[in-house]
């Protein structure tokens, strides 16, 4: 049987995770259908972390803000794309998120990748309680792309330095995937170290939960020795 959530987490007063959970939803365009599943995400988040540690634990006082919002407005950046996959998906940021914001449109689709069969679990669980269009995939990221060449947009956030992600999603990358990868204060740094090996087209947006944070989305590349 999952145990109760942690001490911190126990003492975060219902009025300040409403007041999260208010402010979030009052911004995000989504259904009355839709939020409740978001709900049943988060219950199944603080319940899973306990026995998990799937999200910083610090991160839980502000659930709908750090996590949910953060997820969501990759969809604003990608508003025609119905076929996503999620790199290294975790506790489902941002690819379960999506995938249950997407349950209404039609063919919308989220493949979850995850090397961790734990994490994985709580993706399998977490998915079908909320009733979101998403697939659990428990394989290498290597194989994963290769099986994915045509998605509309790739995704992953927390996973690795964006010289890395561009390796890895190469072969989606050239044949017009495009990329919205979540980076924090070093994201300039990262975009200057990926430069030295790749050529790319990029749009470097302002995060709209954290002012120093920024996403990354590609829709050209090529190596620079090619």
Not at 109 to 132: G, M, P, Y
Not at 167 to 183: Q, Y
Request: some cysteine; proline content about 5%; charged content about 25%.
């Amino acid at each position: 049987m999952l145990a109760a959530p942690t001490a911190p987490i126990r003492r975060l007063s219902m009025a300040a995770r409403h007041d999260d959970r208010t402010r979030v939803l009052a911004q995000a365009n989504v259904s009355r259908e839709t939020a409740e599943a978001l709900d049943i995400y988060v219950e199944q988040l603080r319940r899973w972390q306990s026995v998990k540690n799937l999200v910083g634990p610090a991160t839980l006082t502000e659930v709908w803000t750090r996590h949910i919002a953060d997820a969501l407005q990759l969809l604003d950046l990608a508003p025609d794309v119905s076929k996503w996959l999620d790199l290294g998906s975790g506790a489902g940021i941002p690819g379960l998120i999506l995938a249950i914001a997407g349950r209404d449109r039609p063919g919308f689709q989220v493949d979850l990748i995850e090397s961790n069969a734990r994490k994985c679990a709580f993706l399998t669980e977490a998915a079908r309680l909320t009733k979101a269009p998403a697939r659990v995939r428990n394989v290498r990221i290597e194989d994963a792309i290769a099986e994915h060449v045509g998605v509309h947009a790739v995704c992953a956030r927390a996973l690795a330095p964006l010289p890395q992600l561009l390796e890895w999603t190469e072969p989606l990358l050239t044949t017009g995937t495009i990329a919205l990868f979540p980076k924090g204060r070093d994201a300039q740094a990262e975009l200057t170290n990926a430069a030295q090996r790749w050529r790319f087209v990029y749009d470097l947006v302002t995060s709209r939960t954290e002012s120093d944070a920024r996403i990354v989305r590609v829709t050209a590349l090529s190596r620079v020795d090619s």
